[in-house]
């Protein structure tokens, strides 16, 4: 069962503009959630998280929401810029060890 | 220095042999990890090690087996290999007791089985 899911796979935005990134979730026992950016032929790192209990998470043009009634989030990112073209994925986190990935979304930035 | 490290980066092997993945971590953390990306690109959890302990273990063949020398390697061995173990291979780290923590990922090991 894919407890994480990201519906679009994938989305391309102008430079300078926003990109919003979207993610659904059914396991409402999640602590956390992740979101990992991918470059080709690299492992998934880290960009941003949010806890259960807050609605809103910011890191410079990067901007977690979290809507628990709705069991959704999305990753803000403004001003996309080109460096930005890459996979993201979305993460719910459980008992600390605990990690679902959702399938990525590919984003592509375009000068 | 390279914080999560798996060797090989490829790999591609005859149906029916035995194999193994190598991890390394220098990050000092308590928890690996094997992840699976499939051919949907979902993640997907097989196994972690927390102080040589398995704590989560999916429903995954018992083809394929954790071992953990010590709390810096975690290795991922596959015997009898089938068509299906074609995937990408991440090993990942996280540093225990921190609320929200981060997975550390290596940079995966693509494994093709013909």
């Known amino acids: 069962d894919q407890q994480v899911k990201q519906n679009s796979p994938s989305l391309s935005v102008q430079e300078g503009r926003i990109s919003i990134l979207n993610c659904d979730y059914t396991n409402s026992m999640f602590d956390y959630f992740l979101w990992y950016k991918k470059y080709p032929a690299e492992g998934p790192t880290f960009l941003i998280s949010?806890?259960?209990?807050?609605d809103k998470n910011e890191d410079g043009r990067f901007t977690v929401f979290l809507n628990k009634s709705a069991k959704h989030l999305s990753l803000h990112i403004v001003p996309s810029q080109p460096g930005d073209s890459a996979v993201y994925f979305c993460a719910g986190l459980y008992n600390n060890n605990d990690m679902r990935f959702g399938a990525g979304t590919r984003l592509t930035v375009k000068p | 220095d390279t914080a999560v490290s798996q060797t090989p980066k490829y790999l591609v092997t005859q149906m029916g042999n035995d194999k193994s993945i190598k991890c390394e971590q220098n990050?000092?953390?308590?928890?690996m990890y094997w992840y699976k990306q499939d051919s949907k690109k979902f993640l997907k959890i097989m196994f972690s090690y927390n102080n040589k302990e398995l704590i989560i273990n999916e429903t995954v063949p018992n083809r394929f087996s954790p071992k953990s020398p010590d709390k810096a390697h975690l290795n991922l061995h596959i015997n009898s290999l089938e068509l299906g173990d074609s995937a990408v291979y991440f090993c990942?780290?996280?540093?225990?007791?921190?609320?929200?923590?981060?997975?550390?990922f290596g940079s995966g090991t693509q494994l093709s089985v013909l």
């Open positions: 990942a780290s996280s540093q225990d007791g921190w609320a929200g923590e981060k997975l550390f």
């Open positions: 949010i806890s259960s209990i807050k």
């Open positions: 990050l000092g953390h308590d928890t």
